[in-house]
């Protein structure tokens, strides 16, 4: 991630945090970012100087109408200091802040195989007890783990595979 940002995801959760509305914020970016993703040349349009300020800044408005005030406020300083195509990762460090002080946390669950809701259940149940924090969970299918799975949470991996294990043993039998 880019130190800018770094630095501009924590100003507007700093400013969050001080209107309380770390939540609102949070729900208000997950828009944004689902909007810029499904139109990809919106980012292009606000980043090109070709098209006047008072333009972009309207354009802005309308797009996200609707959403807490500094958060469009937020969308327009970033264009206005051509810092737009930065808002993915300020929004990413904006997110990994408001989890953590929500009392929450994201972890990606890897498998070989769709794991059914009693096992969703009972992994993510594991999950909280060690990071004492409820779960976002993200599961994602990895054939390649053959078998058992492999979870991704606060920094750390906790690989239970058969892919892992396999290699452990291939390691050992080398030494």
């Known amino acids: ?62 797009a996200f109408c609707g959403m807490p005030e500094y958060v469009v406020s937020f969308i327009q300083l970033l264009c206005e200091s051509s810092r737009i195509r930065y808002i993915f990762g300020c929004i990413e460090e904006f997110d990994r802040l408001a989890t953590s002080a929500l009392g929450r946390t994201a972890a990606e669950i890897y498998s070989a195989v769709a794991l059914s809701d009693d096992q969703k259940k009972k992994v993510c149940e594991r999950i909280e007890r060690l990071t004492d924090k409820s779960v976002d969970p993200i599961y994602i299918i990895d054939e390649s783990l053959i078998g058992g799975i492999k979870i991704e949470v606060d920094g750390m991996t906790l690989d239970g595979s058969l892919k892992h294990r396999l290699s452990e043993i291939k390691d050992v039998m080398n030494s």
């Open 1 to 62: 991630m880019v130190q800018t940002e770094r630095e501009y995801g924590e100003a507007l959760f700093s400013l969050a945090l001080e209107e309380s509305c770390v939540k609102e914020y949070l729900e208000a970016l997950s828009s944004v970012r689902q909007v810029l993703c499904d139109n990809p040349d919106y980012i292009e349009f606000l980043a090109s100087p070709a098209i006047p300020m008072s333009e972009r800044r309207i354009a802005i408005e309308q």
